[in-house]
């Protein structure tokens, strides 16, 4: 099976200094255009593609919308895909905003630790898993998922032992499934280092 994961572009969130994660904004035009030019570049990888599924979040279904009118396919909805709750209650508030309501929640959220109302690693990395096991147990043998950074990353640490780095607005990886081993065929837009592979 094949899967070409794709991130969503550019968003509100992102431009108006907000915590995204969970949050549901809008594309902004910086990031539609980001997506268009992803979306140009799949006809030409591997693999005839059958469907698109999308995260329910409005920048990700955006853009699974410009994939799916540029390779003609349905979209779909796939809840799996979401993006992890990191900010909890601070979720679509402003920097400014969150330091005058919850200054002692944003020091706890600035030390990486957990904050009221967020999804604890484990139990997000536990959806990633499953995640996948229900991807590979569909019907399709190509598809495109369109999914968040962090998403990503914890597919990158939990299946192939590689810590990302970084993943672009609009970046994409395009991977084949055998066996229960995934194998990376083409990436554009992520960064990683392969030191820490197995």
């Known amino acids: 099976m094949k899967i070409l994961f794709v991130r969503h572009g550019e968003s509100v969130d992102d431009v108006e200094d907000r915590y995204g994660g969970s949050a549901d904004f809008d594309l902004t035009e910086k990031g539609k255009t980001q997506v268009s030019e992803t979306a140009k570049k799949i006809p030409s990888l591997d693999g005839k593609f059958e469907i698109v599924l999308s995260s329910p979040l409005k920048r990700a279904f ?81 598809l495109v998922a369109v999914t968040h950074g962090l998403f990503l990353k914890a597919f990158f640490k939990e299946f192939l032992n590689i810590d990302v780095k970084k993943v672009r607005d609009g970046g994409f990886v395009l991977l084949e499934e055998k066996h229960g081993n995934f194998m990376i065929l083409k990436k554009d837009g992520i960064e990683y280092e392969l030191t820490n592979s197995r």
């Open 62 to 142: 955006q853009s699974a919308e410009i994939i799916s009118n540029e390779l003609g396919l349905k979209v779909k909805v796939f809840e799996y895909l979401k993006e992890r709750n990191l900010n909890g209650v601070l979720t679509g508030l402003t920097r400014n905003e969150a330091r005058e309501k919850y200054p002692k929640v944003v020091e706890t959220h600035n030390r990486w630790e957990y904050v009221d109302g967020s999804e604890r690693t484990e139990d997000f990395n536990n959806r990633v898993k499953n995640a996948i096991k229900y991807l590979l147990e569909t019907k399709y043998n190509s």
